[in-house]
Nanobody, 126 residues
Framework: QVQLVESGGGLVQAGGSLRLSCAASGRTFSSYAMGWFRQAPGKEREFVAAISWSGGSTGYADSVKGRFTISRDNAKNTVYLQMNSLKPEDTAVYYC???????????????????WGQGTQVTVSS
């Protein structure tokens, strides 16, 4: 069982930056692939970024590629999402998710993940 708690959301102007954190409970965090998803009002949840258990592989949605960076610190049981050059269309509730797997495949599908955090709001003003 893994519990995930996101933090770091807030209000930022367009062009600004935020870093989201997702702290995980449990001693097997290093065996989990991690993902970030987001959901804007009236829209479906969408994939943002994912990282393999080792941190050696990452994947990004086209809409954030080059602006967002996912990373993890297995010693701290934490995954991060550094968001730069934020745009109003990045406004959403951001969720982290975890799946216990050695294979970094299908990471953009939310059905792939077993555990979810409660979300953190990111609002980007124009």
């Amino acid at each position: 069982q893994v519990q995930l708690v996101e933090s770091g959301g807030g209000l930022v102007q367009a062009g600004g930056s935020l870093r989201l954190s997702c702290a995980a409970s449990g001693r097997t965090f290093s065996s989990y692939a991690m993902g970030w998803f987001r959901q804007a009002p009236g829209k479906e949840r969408e994939f943002v970024a994912a990282i393999s258990w080792s941190g050696g592989s990452t994947g990004y949605a086209d809409s954030v590629k080059g602006r967002f960076t996912i990373s993890r610190d297995n010693a701290k049981n934490t995954v991060y999402l550094q968001m730069n050059s934020l745009k109003p269309e990045d406004t959403a509730v951001y969720y982290c998710a975890a799946v216990s797997t050695p294979k970094f495949v299908g990471f953009s599908a939310d059905s792939r993940y077993d555990y979810w955090g409660q979300g953190t709001q990111v609002t980007v003003s124009s």
